[in-house]
Protein backbone atom coordinates (compact mmCIF):
# COMPACT_ATOMS: atom_id res chain seq x y z
CA UNK A 1 0.00 0.00 0.00
CA UNK A 2 1.09 3.12 -0.70
CA UNK A 3 2.19 4.75 3.27
CA UNK A 4 5.53 5.89 4.40
CA UNK A 5 6.83 5.23 7.86
CA UNK A 6 9.79 6.42 9.93
CA UNK A 7 10.26 4.37 13.32
CA UNK A 8 6.61 4.12 15.15
CA UNK A 9 5.27 6.86 12.81
CA UNK A 10 3.07 6.26 10.02
CA UNK A 11 1.19 8.26 6.96
CA UNK A 12 -0.47 7.53 4.02
CA UNK A 13 1.19 9.04 0.83
CA UNK A 14 -1.18 12.19 0.49
CA UNK A 15 -0.90 12.94 3.78
CA UNK A 16 2.80 12.91 3.82
CA UNK A 17 3.31 14.72 0.43
CA UNK A 18 1.16 17.41 1.79
CA UNK A 19 3.02 17.81 5.08
CA UNK A 20 6.12 17.83 3.44
CA UNK A 21 4.86 20.23 0.81
CA UNK A 22 4.13 22.71 3.56
CA UNK A 23 7.56 22.26 5.45
CA UNK A 24 9.87 23.40 2.36
CA UNK A 25 7.03 26.20 1.81
CA UNK A 26 7.82 27.29 4.79
CA UNK A 27 11.61 27.02 5.10
CA UNK A 28 11.13 28.28 1.68
CA UNK A 29 9.52 31.56 2.81
CA UNK A 30 11.66 31.49 6.01
CA UNK A 31 14.83 32.24 4.31
CA UNK A 32 13.15 35.15 1.72
CA UNK A 33 11.98 36.79 5.30
CA UNK A 34 15.66 37.22 6.14
CA UNK A 35 17.04 37.84 2.54
CA UNK A 36 14.08 40.29 1.41
CA UNK A 37 11.27 40.80 3.62
CA UNK A 38 10.62 39.99 7.29
CA UNK A 39 6.83 39.77 6.29
CA UNK A 40 7.03 36.98 4.27
CA UNK A 41 7.53 35.05 7.63
CA UNK A 42 4.54 36.31 9.49
CA UNK A 43 2.66 35.91 5.99
CA UNK A 44 3.75 32.31 5.22
CA UNK A 45 2.84 31.10 8.83
CA UNK A 46 -0.50 32.71 8.45
CA UNK A 47 -1.24 31.00 5.19
CA UNK A 48 -0.55 27.86 6.53
CA UNK A 49 -2.89 28.06 8.87
CA UNK A 50 -5.75 29.52 6.38
CA UNK A 51 -4.57 26.46 3.80
CA UNK A 52 -5.38 23.63 6.26
CA UNK A 53 -8.39 25.56 7.51
CA UNK A 54 -9.79 25.68 3.92
CA UNK A 55 -9.16 22.35 3.26
CA UNK A 56 -11.18 21.52 6.30
CA UNK A 57 -13.95 23.72 5.18
CA UNK A 58 -14.00 22.68 1.68
CA UNK A 59 -14.07 19.17 2.98
CA UNK A 60 -16.47 19.25 5.65
CA UNK A 61 -18.72 21.69 3.07
CA UNK A 62 -18.77 18.64 0.43
CA UNK A 63 -19.99 16.01 3.68
CA UNK A 64 -22.37 18.84 4.91
CA UNK A 65 -25.01 16.38 5.12
CA UNK A 66 -23.21 13.86 7.20
CA UNK A 67 -21.23 16.33 9.28
CA UNK A 68 -24.83 18.18 10.11
CA UNK A 69 -25.22 15.00 12.61
CA UNK A 70 -22.63 14.73 13.94
CA UNK A 71 -20.94 18.33 14.27
CA UNK A 72 -18.58 17.31 16.88
CA UNK A 73 -16.43 15.73 14.03
CA UNK A 74 -15.73 18.72 12.00
CA UNK A 75 -12.69 18.90 14.45
CA UNK A 76 -11.68 15.27 14.20
CA UNK A 77 -9.00 16.18 11.99
CA UNK A 78 -7.29 12.99 12.99
CA UNK A 79 -9.52 10.89 11.12
CA UNK A 80 -8.19 12.64 7.59
CA UNK A 81 -10.67 14.89 5.23
CA UNK A 82 -8.95 17.10 3.32
CA UNK A 83 -9.77 18.91 0.31
CA UNK A 84 -6.82 20.09 -2.24
CA UNK A 85 -8.93 22.51 -3.96
CA UNK A 86 -9.88 23.87 -0.69
CA UNK A 87 -6.34 23.79 0.53
CA UNK A 88 -5.45 25.75 -2.73
CA UNK A 89 -8.71 28.15 -2.65
CA UNK A 90 -7.40 29.50 0.70
CA UNK A 91 -3.59 29.70 0.16
CA UNK A 92 -5.10 31.79 -3.24
CA UNK A 93 -7.02 34.14 -0.89
CA UNK A 94 -3.68 35.07 1.20
CA UNK A 95 -1.75 35.75 -1.99
CA UNK A 96 -4.48 38.19 -3.05
CA UNK A 97 -4.23 39.61 0.26
CA UNK A 98 -0.80 39.91 -0.18
CA UNK A 99 -0.54 41.30 -3.84
CA UNK A 100 -3.05 43.87 -3.26
CA UNK A 101 -0.31 45.50 0.05
CA UNK A 102 2.71 44.77 -2.08
CA UNK A 103 3.35 43.36 -5.50
CA UNK A 104 6.75 42.68 -5.26
CA UNK A 105 6.32 40.45 -1.90
CA UNK A 106 3.43 39.01 -3.53
CA UNK A 107 6.30 37.92 -6.22
CA UNK A 108 8.46 36.03 -3.39
CA UNK A 109 5.48 34.68 -1.84
CA UNK A 110 4.12 33.26 -4.85
CA UNK A 111 7.97 31.36 -5.49
CA UNK A 112 7.64 29.86 -2.12
CA UNK A 113 3.80 28.58 -3.12
CA UNK A 114 5.56 27.05 -6.18
CA UNK A 115 8.53 25.40 -4.40
CA UNK A 116 5.85 24.08 -1.96
CA UNK A 117 3.78 22.31 -4.80
CA UNK A 118 6.23 21.05 -6.50
CA UNK A 119 8.01 19.02 -2.96
CA UNK A 120 4.28 17.86 -2.94
CA UNK A 121 4.27 16.71 -6.27
CA UNK A 122 7.39 15.12 -6.31
CA UNK A 123 7.01 13.04 -2.91
CA UNK A 124 3.82 11.48 -4.22
CA UNK A 125 5.87 10.69 -7.28
CA UNK A 126 8.53 8.91 -5.07
CA UNK A 127 6.41 7.12 -2.22
CA UNK A 128 3.39 6.68 -4.44
CA UNK A 129 4.08 2.41 -5.66
CA UNK A 130 3.18 1.84 -9.37
CA UNK A 131 3.40 -1.32 -8.98
CA UNK A 132 -0.05 -3.70 -9.07
CA UNK A 133 -0.47 -5.51 -5.85
CA UNK A 134 -2.11 -9.07 -6.96
CA UNK A 135 -5.05 -10.92 -4.96
CA UNK A 136 -4.23 -12.56 -2.13
CA UNK A 137 -3.83 -16.13 -2.46
CA UNK A 138 -4.01 -17.40 0.93
CA UNK A 139 -7.43 -18.92 2.57
CA UNK A 140 -8.22 -17.72 5.73
CA UNK A 141 -10.42 -18.72 8.81
CA UNK A 142 -13.69 -16.64 10.37
CA UNK A 143 -14.33 -16.79 13.99
CA UNK A 144 -16.89 -19.60 13.21
CA UNK A 145 -14.07 -21.60 11.85
CA UNK A 146 -15.27 -21.77 8.16
CA UNK A 147 -12.65 -21.12 5.76
CA UNK A 148 -12.40 -18.47 3.35
CA UNK A 149 -10.91 -16.38 0.80
CA UNK A 150 -10.74 -12.44 0.32
CA UNK A 151 -10.93 -10.10 -2.97
CA UNK A 152 -11.72 -13.37 -5.35
CA UNK A 153 -15.26 -13.65 -5.67
CA UNK A 154 -16.51 -10.79 -8.54
CA UNK A 155 -17.51 -8.38 -6.19
CA UNK A 156 -15.28 -5.23 -4.67
CA UNK A 157 -14.07 -5.49 -1.46
CA UNK A 158 -13.41 -3.24 1.69
CA UNK A 159 -10.81 -5.28 3.73
CA UNK A 160 -9.89 -3.32 7.06
CA UNK A 161 -7.03 -4.42 9.04
CA UNK A 162 -7.35 -4.27 12.59
CA UNK A 163 -6.51 -5.38 16.23
CA UNK A 164 -8.28 -5.19 19.44
CA UNK A 165 -5.15 -3.27 21.23
CA UNK A 166 -5.01 -0.32 18.55
CA UNK A 167 -7.58 2.66 19.53
CA UNK A 168 -8.18 3.94 16.33
CA UNK A 169 -9.05 0.61 15.29
CA UNK A 170 -11.65 0.66 18.34
CA UNK A 171 -12.76 3.88 17.19
CA UNK A 172 -13.70 3.53 13.72
CA UNK A 173 -15.13 0.24 13.93
CA UNK A 174 -18.60 0.44 15.16
CA UNK A 175 -18.73 2.81 11.87
CA UNK A 176 -17.55 0.49 9.49
CA UNK A 177 -20.14 -1.87 10.71
CA UNK A 178 -22.68 0.18 10.33
CA UNK A 179 -21.58 1.43 6.79
CA UNK A 180 -21.12 -2.23 6.33
CA UNK A 181 -24.25 -3.41 6.75
CA UNK A 182 -26.20 -0.02 4.46
CA UNK A 183 -23.97 -1.00 1.62
CA UNK A 184 -25.16 -3.28 -1.06
CA UNK A 185 -22.62 -4.13 -3.98
CA UNK A 186 -19.34 -4.74 -1.67
CA UNK A 187 -17.77 -6.60 0.52
CA UNK A 188 -16.41 -5.87 3.71
CA UNK A 189 -14.00 -7.92 5.25
CA UNK A 190 -12.18 -7.33 8.71
CA UNK A 191 -9.07 -9.45 9.43
CA UNK A 192 -7.82 -8.91 12.96
CA UNK A 193 -4.09 -8.70 12.70
CA UNK A 194 -2.05 -11.35 15.27
CA UNK A 195 -5.01 -12.41 18.12
CA UNK A 196 -6.78 -15.34 19.15
CA UNK A 197 -10.25 -16.22 18.38
CA UNK A 198 -11.10 -16.29 21.69
CA UNK A 199 -9.92 -12.75 23.12
CA UNK A 200 -11.86 -11.17 19.51
CA UNK A 201 -14.82 -12.65 20.13
CA UNK A 202 -14.84 -11.35 23.85
CA UNK A 203 -14.12 -8.09 22.48
CA UNK A 204 -16.82 -7.84 20.07
CA UNK A 205 -18.93 -9.21 22.30
CA UNK A 206 -18.08 -6.51 24.74
CA UNK A 207 -18.44 -4.08 22.54
CA UNK A 208 -21.86 -5.13 20.94
CA UNK A 209 -20.15 -5.10 17.66
CA UNK A 210 -21.62 -7.34 14.42
CA UNK A 211 -18.97 -7.56 12.18
CA UNK A 212 -20.12 -9.23 8.80
CA UNK A 213 -17.15 -11.22 8.17
CA UNK A 214 -14.59 -11.64 10.44
CA UNK A 215 -11.46 -13.39 9.80
CA UNK A 216 -8.52 -14.46 11.87
CA UNK A 217 -4.66 -13.28 10.56
CA UNK A 218 -2.70 -14.77 13.13
CA UNK A 219 0.85 -14.76 11.26
CA UNK A 220 -0.21 -10.83 9.80
CA UNK A 221 -0.42 -12.70 6.01
CA UNK A 222 -2.03 -9.52 4.96
CA UNK A 223 -0.14 -6.73 6.69
CA UNK A 224 2.87 -8.26 4.89
CA UNK A 225 1.43 -8.85 1.47
CA UNK A 226 -0.48 -5.52 1.37
CA UNK A 227 3.00 -3.63 2.85
CA UNK A 228 0.87 -1.97 5.64
CA UNK A 229 2.73 -0.51 7.78
CA UNK A 230 0.61 0.46 10.70
CA UNK A 231 -3.15 -0.37 12.05
CA UNK A 232 -5.60 0.29 11.26
CA UNK A 233 -5.28 0.00 7.62
CA UNK A 234 -8.31 0.01 5.18
CA UNK A 235 -7.65 -0.87 1.62
CA UNK A 236 -9.79 -1.14 -1.15
CA UNK A 237 -9.89 -4.21 -3.26
CA UNK A 238 -11.38 -4.58 -7.27
CA UNK A 239 -13.68 -7.17 -8.00
CA UNK A 240 -10.63 -9.05 -9.20
CA UNK A 241 -8.76 -9.28 -5.93
CA UNK A 242 -5.91 -6.40 -6.83
CA UNK A 243 -5.30 -3.70 -4.99
CA UNK A 244 -7.44 -0.09 -6.20
CA UNK A 245 -6.97 2.13 -3.32
CA UNK A 246 -5.91 2.01 0.57
CA UNK A 247 -6.07 4.29 3.67
CA UNK A 248 -4.02 3.93 6.48
CA UNK A 249 -5.08 5.41 9.72
CA UNK A 250 -8.42 5.70 11.10
CA UNK A 251 -10.95 6.53 8.56
CA UNK A 252 -14.03 9.14 8.75
CA UNK A 253 -17.33 8.12 7.55
CA UNK A 254 -16.94 10.38 4.73
CA UNK A 255 -13.50 9.15 3.38
CA UNK A 256 -14.97 5.76 3.61
CA UNK A 257 -18.09 6.26 1.57
CA UNK A 258 -16.03 8.56 -0.96
CA UNK A 259 -13.39 5.75 -1.31
CA UNK A 260 -16.14 3.41 -1.90
CA UNK A 261 -18.28 5.33 -4.49
CA UNK A 262 -15.14 5.57 -6.24
CA UNK A 263 -14.34 1.79 -6.23
CA UNK A 264 -17.94 0.97 -7.21
CA UNK A 265 -17.19 3.68 -10.41
CA UNK A 266 -14.09 1.79 -11.43
CA UNK A 267 -15.97 -1.10 -11.59
CA UNK A 268 -19.10 0.10 -13.93
CA UNK A 269 -21.35 -0.64 -11.00
CA UNK A 270 -24.66 1.05 -11.22
CA UNK A 271 -26.35 1.50 -7.60
Known amino acids: MNAVSFGPFAFDTERFAAIAGMIVFLAVASVLAHRVDDRLGRWSSWTALVGLAAARLGHVLQHSGSFATEPWRILAVWQGGFSWSGGAAGVA?????LFLSSRKLAGWATASVVAGVVATAATLAL?????QVPPVTSNFHSLTGAETTIGNNGRPTVLNLWATWCPPCRRELPMMAELAASTADVDFVFANQGEPSAKIAEYL???????????????????RHYSAVGLPATLFLAAD?????????????EVLAQKIQELISEEGISE
Open 205 to 223: RRENLDLPQAVLDPQLLLS
Open 127 to 131: TSSGT
Open 241 to 253: GTLAGSHLGEISR
Open 93 to 97: LMLVV
